[in-house]
Structures are given as structure tokens and as C-alpha cells.
């Protein structure tokens, strides 16, 4: 195992981890202002995704197709809020899981009926494709990269919002007392309205930057959003910093695990089991972190509350 | 009131005698692997239409990709529908679920996909059929093909599920050369830089790896940009029309393998192409070309022999006297085909991309388990 496939691997566990935070920023600021669980999350990932390669297939551009996602993905997440979820913000979190799945299926359909059951086709743009030589002569794919810039810059962007502007103190504000803050004359409902459509901005963000190097397909967004929970949950409901660590350690999890498990068990086992135990301990390793998380700091590592 | 329900018994009875056979097709219509099973009954569909006959009953369900559903629908076609002969089933986990009870219930099942390896050797059963291929067919004729191209070092990656772990297997079963590298990756993977950069650092001549559905199209997308240009080649289920679309340009030039194409070469398949893509205006795939055999199939042995004599109605489908848009078909003793396989290569022509054959891999090639099968 050579010093730049460590290198190389460690960089793959950066960049699915920048681009797991954008999925899990959303949905922990959802949980954490509304106490909403929205399984629904995936689904503007997908949307996310679907209209970039639709706006890609029409003008040929890829930031335009950004865009589009963007915009798709938070006219969505509005249209959610306001028809659906604004009447679950008092029910328990049965009847939301409930609501929100009932949305999946809607999504999954709606989406066929428009786009059709095949997937569709989104590339990486001409200017950010093949591979770059990095210094050591690790040879890595520039639009990954690329991915790992721009998730750490929206990173950076939501944490100056967070702490650094009015709205960001409201949501804070919202986090910490709900009912407070409605007292003290913040309209709550637009500011629902408004984190809603900013965590589902960042799913579509995702789902396009994703989607580029990916299969843009209906369902694509329920495996991303499973570990996007397991994300949150190792950071601490409701904390963008916990999400950002959980995010990365889930990522660089995933990625060395599925690597160096199996060459580790092949040490000691022939490679026939050490393959098949390796590969088996490798889908186990971010529950067993989760879990393992749990045990000693049951709130998640910057969870305030449990 | 008296005349009223008589006239209704009446109508009752002549309806059902109109519809003398009644087929069930469950199959998966929605979720992410409804793409296959939309191919397999519009083929199927088409051959009925194509057939003329008018005493054909079908009836279609959406299995939504879960055994626990397929199972449920299988046993309403059965109990209270009534049917003769069942079909559709495309994911093989679906087939263990609901074929073994079918078949014990005389019902006659005749497989456009899946080929579970449990069915075609002790599992083997006088009601079932399978038209599509033994699930171990393409892969093996990748690896014939890896010899016939020289290939002597081949990185070899799947899914971690069973029909992953039979793909690998059944590539190793033909493949000669040595392994660079072996790696079962987990199902429904999306991300593949870090097999990506093993396949770099592993020093292998060719890459093997199947990848159905999303999978592949990940794998591909990400493959061709990372710059690794070892060559690569895989069953043809990365490859169907349908997801091709979506892979672009990164599948050019990757050889995969199949038991039909576009372009064979005969009539029946040329007439088979042409009519399908007049009426649904998209090419066919090769699951619709199963779909398309299974029904022309059912139609050779309805000609002979109702499906109320069943042995009669298996001795008629054994003969599978009809004209198969791969050409040359015969059952083996397991009632599995014996056919040949081809080797493929994506092209682009005018902005779709489609496959064209560059060779047999393996010429009537039947699979390894029928000497397991003991019909009685």
C-alpha cells in the first residue's frame, strides 16, 4: 500500500464528506429550528439533480445548470413548507415521518412521470474534466477537487451567515427557544419558510454537483440521505459544526474502510475471506462509528441536547 | 330480475371463453429498476399485438422491486385470478420469492430475466422456463472474451449481494489469466474513486465488473474521468440501450457482452427493432428483446397445446419452435437456453449511443449447473 493510494484515498473520504455536509447541513438545521423530522430531504437532492441535467440538456452550460438546480431544489422546498409540513410543526414526529415519506413517493413518481423511468444523462463540464497531477505525481480527477472547494466554501458561507448576520442570530435564537423568540416579534413562519428553502437549496446544490459524476435517477437521494441521518446524529442534532465533523468522519470512514479493512484482514486470512469479511466490516464501519459515538457522548460530538 | 341475472352468467361465460389463457406478469414498474421491467412488457406486449390473437388475457402488476409485494401479487394471479402461466419477473431475489410456489401450484413460469443459479440446477422444475439467460451466461462470456483478447491480468470488482458473488464466479469460471485485484463493493454504491484508485495502483491489463443499473453508470462517469485508460469490459447490463444515454461518452469503446443486439443480423430481428421503435419511439433494449422471446414463445406452444393439458403445453415450450429475435435458440435439459453469446462494443451513431457486435464469445453455450438438474 503505497504512500500517494493513501493520499489518493484520503482525499476521496474529503470529498464525499464536503458534499455528504451539504445534504446533512440542511437537515440538522430543519431538525434543529422545527424539530422536523423531513425524510423528504432526499427527494430535493434528487430534484436537485434532475433539474440540472434538464437546464444542462437545454443550454449546454453547467453553472447555468447550477443554478437551476438551486432554484428548483428551494421553490420546492418552499412549496413543501407551505402546503405540507406547516400544518406538522405541532404533531409528533410519527405523523411527520409519516407525511414526509408519503412525500418521497410522491416525488419518486412525479418525477417519473415527467423525466420518464430511464436515467438521465448530466457530465462534468469540459473545463473541469480528466485529471490533474497533484504534487507528489498523484494523479487525482479535477472535478473532485473542484467538489471539495466548493463544499468547504458553501461551509464557510453558512457559518458566516449562522454567526455573522440577523437571520443567523433568529435561527440560533430558534434553535434555543422557539416560543421565545415568536414573543419577542420574530415572524417565525417566514423564518420556517426560509430554512426550509435554504436546506433545500444545498440537498439540490448536492444532488447536482453529485450528479455529475453520478447516476441522475429516480431514488437517487434515499441511500444519501440514510447516512445524511447517521451524519447528524454523530454531530449532534440541530449543530452545523457537529454536522460538518460528522460529515467528514462519515466520509473518510466509508472510503478507507472499504480499503483498508480488506487489506488489513488479509494479513491474516486468505484473500477469498479477508475480501468478504473486509467488504462486510467495511458497510458496518460508519454504524459501528455511530454507535460507538452514541456510547460516549450520547448527544452527538456537539450536540447540546439530546 | 330473474332474465337480468341469467343474461349476466351468460355474458360471464362467454367472456371467459373468449379469454382462454390467462397470463400473469408481474414485473418492476416503478422505483429505480423500473426501466427494465417497462422494456420487458412492452416486448411483450408488442409480440402479443404483433400475434393477432385476441384470446390472450394479460394482466399486469408492478412488484416495486420487493419480494414481500411480488409475493402478494403472485398469490392473487394464482388463487383468485386464475392464471395459466406467469411471467416478468425481473431481479432475481423476486424470482426465489415467488417462482419455487409457483411452479408447485402448476402454474407454468417462463423467466424473461432473472436466472438464479438455486433454479437451474437442484431447484430445476418441468413448470419452469427461463428465456432471458442463466444468470452466470454474460459474465462467462466475459471472461472468454478477456482470453480471446489476451487479457492475463484483470482487476475484477461486483456488488457485494448474490448475484454479484455469481458474476465474479462466473467469470473466473472461463477467464485464464491471473487476478490483480478482487473486490466486492457494497450495493447501491454511488461513489467508486476509491476502487478507482485501487484499479491505478494494482498494475492490472483489463478490468471486469458488473455493476447493473445506477451502479454502472456512476462507475463509468467516474472511470473516464479519472484517467485510468486500462480497458474495460462487463455483461451487457451496464450497456442496455436504456441506460447508455446517461453514460455518454465514457462508455465508447467498452466491449460487453450479450446474447442479443440491434444488429443481428436477420429478419425476424431487423422486423423486431423497427416495429418496436415505431411504437414506443425509443430503441429496444435487450431486456424488451426478452420480453419480445417470451412472448412469441408462449404464442408457439399455445398453437400446439392448451396450458389445461400441461404436459402437452410443456412438451410444446421445450420445442421453442419460434423464431427468436437472437437467432438459433434451443432449451437445454433445465430448460435454460443453449445459445450463443456475443461480444459487443459501444458506438455512437448520429447522437444515440448503441452497440455493435464484434464478435462471438461463446457459441452455443449452455450454463454450468444443468447437470445438477433432475427434472423428476
Request: aromatic share 8%; charged share 15%.
Amino acid at each position: 500500500m503505497s504512500t500517494i493510494l493513501i493520499i489518493e484515498q484520503v482525499l476521496n473520504g474529503l470529498q464525499s464528506g464536503v458534499m455528504l455536509f451539504l445534504m446533512a447541513a440542511g437537515l440538522t438545521l430543519i431538525f434543529g429550528v422545527m424539530g422536523l423530522i423531513n425524510l423528504a430531504h432526499g427527494s430535493l437532492y434528487m430534484v436537485g439533480a434532475f433539474a440540472a441535467a434538464a437546464v444542462a440538456g437545454a443550454t449546454g452550460s453547467f453553472l447555468l445548470a447550477l443554478l437551476g438546480a438551486l432554484v428548483a431544489a428551494a421553490v420546492a422546498g418552499v412549496l413543501v413548507e407551505m402546503l405540507v409540513i406547516r400544518r406538522l410543526y405541532a404533531a409528533d414526529h410519527l405523523d411527520q415521518v409519516l407525511a414526509t415519506f408519503a412525500l418521497i413517493l410522491i416525488f419518486s413518481e412525479g418525477t417519473r412521470l415527467i423525466f420518464g423511468s430511464f436515467p438521465l444523462y448530466l457530465d462534468i463540464p469540459d473545463w473541469l474534466s480528466g485529471p490533474v497531477t497533484l504534487p507528489g505525481g498523484i494523479q487525482y480527477p479535477l472535478y473532485r477537487l473542484a467538489l471539495i472547494g466548493a463544499g468547504l466554501a458553501v461551509a464557510l458561507t453558512l457559518w458566516a451567515l449562522i454567526e455573522r448576520t440577523r437571520i443567523g442570530i433568529q435561527i440560533r435564537a430558534g434553535e434555543n427557544d422557539r416560543e421565545m423568540i415568536a414573543a419577542l416579534g420574530v415572524d417565525i413562519s417566514r423564518l420556517y419558510t426560509l430554512i426550509f428553502a435554504l436546506g433545500a437549496a444545498l440537498a439540490g446544490l448536492a444532488g447536482a454537483l453529485v450528479g455529475a459524476i453520478q447516476s441522475v435517477q429516480v431514488g437517487m437521494g434515499e441511500p444519501v440521505l440514510i447516512l445524511a441521518f447517521v451524519t447528524i446524529v454523530i454531530g449532534g442534532i440541530g449543530s452545523i459544526k457537529g454536522a460538518f465533523v460528522g460529515a467528514l468522519l462519515v466520509g473518510l470512514t466509508q472510503t478507507l474502510g472499504s480499503v483498508f479493512l480488506p487489506a488489513f484482514f488479509r494479513l491474516f486470512l486468505d484473500p477469498a475471506t479477508a475480501m468478504s469479511v473486509g467488504s462486510s466490516l467495511a458497510n458496518m464501519a460508519v454504524y459501528i462509528l455511530m454507535s460507538l459515538v452514541l456510547i460516549f457522548r450520547p448527544t452527538g460530538l456537539m450536540g447540546a441536547r439530546a | 330480475m330473474k332474465k337480468l341475472l341469467m343474461t349476466t352468467a351468460l355474458l360471464a361465460l362467454a367472456s371467459t371463453a373468449q379469454a382462454e389463457v390467462k397470463v400473469g406478469m408481474i414485473t418492476t414498474l416503478s422505483g429505480g429498476g423500473a426501466g427494465l421491467g417497462i422494456d420487458v412488457r412492452d416486448g411483450f406486449l408488442l409480440a402479443l399485438a404483433q400475434s393477432g390473437r385476441d384470446d390472450i388475457e394479460l394482466v399486469v402488476e408492478d412488484d416495486q422491486q420487493k419480494p414481500d409485494i411480488a409475493v402478494q401479487l403472485a398469490d392473487k394471479m394464482i388463487q383468485s385470478d386464475r392464471v395459466d402461466v406467469m411471467t416478468g419477473i425481473i431481479f432475481s431475489n423476486l424470482a426465489m420469492a415467488v417462482i419455487p410456489a409457483a411452479v408447485n401450484q402448476g402454474v407454468v413460469y417462463l423467466s424473461p430475466n432473472a436466472g438464479p443459479s438455486q433454479l437451474a440446477g437442484r431447484g430445476c422444475h418441468p413448470n419452469y422456463f427461463n428465456v432471458a439467460w442463466q444468470n452466470d451466461n454474460l459474465h462467462e462470456a466475459a471472461g472468454a472474451y478477456a482470453n480471446t483478447a489476451g487479457y492475463a491480468n484483470s482487476f475484477i470488482l461486483a456488488p457485494n449481494y448474490p448475484a454479484g458473488q455469481d458474476a465474479l464466479t462466473g467469470y473466473k469460471r472461463m477467464y485464464e489469466g491471473a487476478l490483480a485485484g478482487e473486490i466486492y463493493t457494497q450495493l447501491g454504491q454511488t461513489d467508486y474513486a476509491a476502487e478507482i484508485a485501487q484499479i491505478r495502483a494494482s498494475g492490472a491489463d483489463s478490468v471486469f465488473f458488473f455493476l447493473p443499473g445506477g451502479m454502472g453508470i456512476s462507475f463509468l462517469k467516474q472511470y473516464a474521468d479519472s484517467g485510468v485508460d486500462i480497458p474495460v469490459v462487463g455483461p451487457a447490463f451496464s450497456f442496455d440501450q436504456g441506460i447508455l444515454q446517461a453514460v455518454g461518452e465514457a462508455a465508447l469503446g467498452v466491449v460487453n457482452t450479450s446474447q442479443w443486439s440491434k444488429d443481428i443480423d436477420i429478419p425476424v430481428n431487423a422486423a423486431f427493432v423497427e416495429s418496436f421503435q415505431a411504437e414506443y419511439g425509443r430503441l429496444p433494449s435487450l431486456y424488451a428483446s426478452q420480453g419480445f422471446d417470451t412472448a412469441n414463445l408462449l404464442i408457439s406452444a399455445l398453437e400446439k397445446a392448451d396450458p389445461s393439458d400441461n404436459a402437452a403445453f410443456r412438451a410444446a415450450l421445450r420445442e421453442a419452435d419460434f423464431d427468436s429475435t437472437r437467432g438459433e435458440f434451443r432449451f437445454g435439459p433445465n430448460q435454460h437456453p443453449i445459445q450463443t453469446i456475443y461480444a459487443r462494443e459501444v458506438i455512437r451513431e448520429g447522437d444515440v449511443f448503441t452497440n455493435r457486435i464484434i464478435g462471438v464469445a461463446l457459441e452455443d453455450h449452455a450454463d454450468a449447473y444443468a447437470a445438477e438438474c433432475q427434472m423428476d
